[in-house]
């Protein structure tokens, strides 16, 4: 069976002077995500706050374990980070109840 996750971070970047700034932690933290865990990352949402992101994770895997598991290495990614975060969500569902 294949089991997607995602997690969803609201972040504040309070350092955040300018776009370039905010720039530099948002592409940190999702070149860090994709280097080390190969999963899919984004920028969501307006790109134009300078002191606030909202970046989601995706990643998939046959076991709903595994998937959990790297979604909890993700959070603790992103609370290491230099942003702090707002806000965290995030689900998993098996591909059955994707296409349902």
């Known amino acids: 069976m294949l089991y997607v996750g995602v997690l969803e971070a609201e972040l504040f970047i309070p350092e955040a002077q300018s776009k370039k700034e905010r720039r530099r932690v948002v592409s940190s933290l999702k070149e860090r995500a994709r280097s080390r865990y190969k999963v899919a990352a984004a920028e969501v949402g307006d790109a134009d706050r300078l002191q606030a992101a909202t970046l989601v994770f995706a990643t998939a895997a046959g076991s709903c374990t595994t998937v959990e598991e790297t979604l909890d ?28």
Not at 77 to 97: D, F, H, N, P, T
């Open 73 to 100: 290495t993700l959070e603790r990614l992103v609370y290491s980070g230099e942003a702090e975060v707002s806000r965290i969500r995030r689900a998993v569902r098996s591909a059955e109840e994707l296409w349902d």
